[in-house]
């Protein structure tokens, strides 16, 4: 499962409230990425990371903004939470490290459902 | 028209019968191909990369990726009860940011015993 945690694993909230979604790796992977999935749309990232400090938008990144202070730690923060951010979220790892796969192979982490009501 | 784009099924084939996937992308310079599973309720799980024109085998998987025509297929051989999930097809554009999938919205496979 390439090391990857994420919590909460479920939240409901209230619209307004700030958010924020943790994604934990053991393995010291370089690159992070944090992504929505919701019927009708599929997978789309929201952002992503490639080192500390190291940040860019996605697809999807309005309403969101990351984190990233050390390499285990991608924190994804809804500011003001509104009901379209109901989705499941999704962390994911890709590493140039990772023996016998390319440099742009990525792992997901379990999820994070997220209600926002 | 969508970056990536999979006929989003239900696919249902009977246990032992082969099961094909496909999946079309309109950026010509893609450079990377991968093919998920996904079981309900879980995260999206690899199955195969593929990088090259031609076919990559692994298993009962095959993974075919014909860029002239801008397409990459998944064959599943001896299908299995098990194989019951979404199929997710994701593609790397030329020119984009360092690991920028894009995915399609995936296809629904039913096997049946």
């Known amino acids: 499962d390439a090391g990857i945690t994420q919590s909460p694993r479920h939240k409901v909230t209230e619209t307004g409230t700030p958010v924020t979604l943790r994604c934990h790796q053991t393995e010291n992977h370089r690159y992070m990425y944090w992504y929505r999935q919701d019927p009708g749309h599929g997978l789309r990232l929201i952002h992503y990371?490639?080192?500390?400090?190291?940040?860019d938008k996605g697809e999807v990144s309005d309403g969101y903004s990351v984190s990233r202070s050390k390499t285990e730690d991608f924190l994804l923060t809804l500011e003001s939470a509104t009901s379209s951010q109901t989705s499941v979220y999704f962390c994911a790892i890709s590493d140039p490290g990772l023996a016998g796969e390319s440099t742009d192979t990525q792992y997901f982490g379990p999820g994070t459902r997220l209600t926002v009501l | 028209q969508k970056e990536v784009e999979q006929n989003s099924g239900p696919l249902s084939v009977p246990e032992g019968a082969i099961a094909s996937l496909n999946c079309t992308y309109s950026d010509r310079v893609s450079q990377s191909f991968f093919w998920y599973r996904q079981y309900s309720g879980k995260s999206p799980e690899l199955i195969m990369s593929i990088y090259s024109n031609g076919d990559k085998e692994d298993g009962r998987f095959t993974a075919q990726l014909n860029k002239a025509s801008q397409y990459v297929s998944l064959l599943i051989r001896d299908s299995q009860p098990s194989d019951s999930a979404t199929y997710l097809c994701a593609v790397i554009a030329g020119g984009t940011s360092y690991g920028k999938l894009t995915f399609g919205q995936g296809t629904i496979l039913t096997v049946h015993p």
């Open positions: 990371s490639y080192g500390v400090k190291d940040t």
